[in-house]
Each structure stands twice: as C-alpha cells, then as structure tokens.
C-alpha cells in the first residue's frame, strides 16, 4: 500500500518521491508537518494530492491578517427562534487533514488556535470541548521570502510540528514532465484514493508497535544530550524533539517493510524533526553553519551503538 500511495501522488507531484515519503511518514507518525518553501512549489497541490491518495476530508485555510481564532475552533451564536446559543464548527472540525496556508501571515492568536488544536485534538468554545476527527493532520505551509505582513512562528510554537520540510525546485527533466502534464488537464483530477481513513489509522496503530531497542533510544538521549553543550547550538534539541525523533523514525522503518529501528533510520528523520527546533551560537552564524549542517555535525561525533546495523532493506 505504502508504494501505491507513492506512485499515485507522484502522478501530480513530479520529481519529489523522497519528500513525498517523508510527508507520508510524519501523517504515519501522527505528527503535523510544516512545509517552508519559496511560492510556486506545488505546495497546496502536494497537501491537496496526499489528502485524495489517502482518502482523508481536506479543508483548507487561506492564512491571512484578518483570519480570526473561531475561523479554526468555531463560535457560538444565538438563536432567536430556538433561544439558545448554537456551536458553528470551525475550519478545524470535520476534517482529516488540514492545510494551513502561509500561516506565517496571520496573527499570533489565530496562530496559537490552531497550534492548541493540533496538541489537543479537540477545540473548546465557551466552556465546551469538541473534538476533532481521527485523524487530524495539519499540513501548515510558509514562505520564506519576503516578510511584509508576516508573523514569525515562536520556536515554543515551531516544536509543536513534528517535521519542517522544503519541496525545492523541481530539476530540469521534472520540470519539463510538469509542463507537458499540464497542457490539457490538471493531474490532480485523475487521483484516485488507494487508501481510507481505516486504513491510515491501521497503520498509525502498526507503526506505534514499531520496535525501538533501548540501545537506539540510548543513541537518541545522546543526541539531545549533545545538542545541548555543543558550542554550535544556543538551544539544542528538547525532550520533546527527543520524543519526535523516536515516532518518526518508527514511522520510516514501517514504510521501508521493518517493524523495528535501526540507527539509519534515526540519522535520516535527525534533521527534518530537528533543524527547526534548534537556535545556532552566534559562533554557528558567525561561521555561516545551517542548523543542517549543525545536526549533521552532531551524527558524525555521537558513536552509532555497538553491535547493531547502520541500514537496512526497502519494501
């Protein structure tokens, strides 16, 4: 299923299987994924195409200054002919999946509405809790250019997704794939949904069975652990980034046909779950280091754990 679902969102997003991948893992992993990207990407068709594959409600916000906190957890209004207050759902409810357009371009109260129905699973309105569908997957996307209008998400509100991704340009071949595509139709119109909201729960639940050794979760405390007295980093890595490596690895060993962890898988997920979790040392943005390359630096002086294999087979 997991290769089915590969294929039929490359029918609209051409050239990207390896982002594709990590889009599918973090919904695998039950996590929420902020995709940072120039304009023009296939951003929202990418959101739009994974929602369609896998049989998911899709709603979406489009991210701007005057979007308030009840357009995501709805409000309640008065009814005259019932003399009562009514509860009208919110952008939040009824979905599986929901993209946030540029929510860097809104404000910070509307911000934190939908980060506390992403950590809740449930918003509350006037005293009274309503809880999303399962399961609820927010697709948050940014620009990262141009900063006319915009709010910049906190790093206590960044920790709450659990990847930040860029989709890139496409390379040559892709790109002329991506024209020729779309002469007379849009791809998006011929995905077919190969999975269901069942389905997409199942393997959540499968990929929590997931076997983690303790050695790899020792290999994971020593990560943070060294984020946190290198001389690269002001923040290094939290418990909770900890905790997000863990799912997220679990997540890439089940679609690659393993049901436990090997240390390639902690290395692969490392920088997605991590670069926007950190804060370099003046000492880093001195020597123009990236939080990529930070991270990176981090896999070659913490020891893979003894006795275990740095990789393994693909399904």
Known sequence: M????????????????????????????????????????GKTTMALAISQTLGLAFGRVQFTPDVLPSDITGFSMYNKRTEAFEYKP?????????????????SSKTQS???????????TVDGTTHPLKKPFIVIATQNNVGTA???LLPYA??????????????????EMEVIRGRQQANPIETIRPVASVADVMRMQQEVSKVTVHDKIIAYIARLAQESRSHKLFELGISPRGSLFINKMAKALAYTLGRDYVIPDDIQRVF???????????NAAKGQKISAD?????????????????????MR
């Open 149 to 151: 209008g915009t709010q």
């Open 271 to 281: 920088s997605d779950v991590c670069a926007h979790r950190v804060i370099l040392s």
């Open 113 to 123: 509405a939908l980060l506390e129905a992403m950590e809740e699973g449930q918003v």
């Open 157 to 174: 509100q960044l920790d709450r997704f659990l990847v930040k991704l860029s989709i890139g340009y496409p390379d040559h071949e892709s």
């Open 90 to 106: 919110g952008a939040a409810l009824a979905v599986n999946l929901l993209l946030g357009d540029e929510i860097n371009r809104t």
């Open 2 to 41: 997991i290769t089915n679902v590969l294929l039929e969102v490359e029918k609209a997003i051409v050239g990207k299987g390896e982002v594709i991948r990590k889009i599918l893992t973090a919904i695998l992993a039950n996590g929420h994924i902020l995709l940072d990207d120039v304009p023009g990407v």
């Open 293 to 313: 390359d930070a991270l990176n630096e981090l896999i070659s002086i913490v020891p893979v754990p003894d006795g275990m294999k740095l990789s393994g087979g």
